[in-house]
């Protein structure tokens, strides 16, 4: 079920990719409103997102998809990657931040004691055998 989700929405990708992206990054560039093109990058990605949401799969996989195979075979790759970054590092930041939150300091104390104390063990149980 997962595998047929997921080559579905890879072919979907690839048909947007091919017909309709280009056009509508055509038509933003041509605006002239400068962040039209951000904002249609932006879309596209999240629109990424939401279908794989709606798929049952992850958002993170739709957006890292949709980043991939639409907005790097358009005529416009190297402008979507300079339009990306800043979102990108921010983001990117975003999730070490959150994963330093979930670290539980004391946890990690207790673990790093156990730890030493095994190793100090086979460490006496090894000099030991050489003892003898």
């Given at each position: 079920m997962?595998?047929?989700a997921?080559v579905?929405?890879l072919?979907?990708?690839v ?5 309709c ?10 605006t002239?409103?400068?962040r039209?093109?951000t904002?249609t ?30 907005l ?13 970054k800043p979102?990108h590092?921010i983001l990117l ?5 959150s994963?330093?939150?979930?670290l ?8 790093l004691?156990?730890r030493?104390?095994?190793?100090d063990?086979?460490?006496?149980r090894?000099?030991?055998d050489r003892?003898r």
């Amino acid at each position: 079920m997962v595998v047929r989700a997921v080559v579905a929405l890879l072919l979907v990708l690839v048909a947007a990719a091919a017909g309709c992206c280009d056009r509508c990054f055509t038509r933003s560039r041509g605006t002239a409103a400068p962040r039209s093109f951000t904002l249609t990058v932006l879309f596209v990605v999240l629109a990424g997102a939401w279908a794989t949401h709606a798929l049952g799969l992850s958002m993170a996989l739709g957006a890292a998809s949709s980043r991939a195979l639409l907005l790097a075979e358009t005529e416009f790759r190297h402008q979507t990657e300079a339009v990306i970054k800043p979102f990108h590092d921010i983001l990117l930041g975003l999730f070490f931040v959150s994963v330093g939150m979930l670290l539980d300091l004391r946890l990690l104390v207790i673990q790093l004691a156990a730890r030493a104390a095994a190793a100090d063990r086979v460490a006496g149980r090894q000099g030991a055998d050489r003892a003898r």
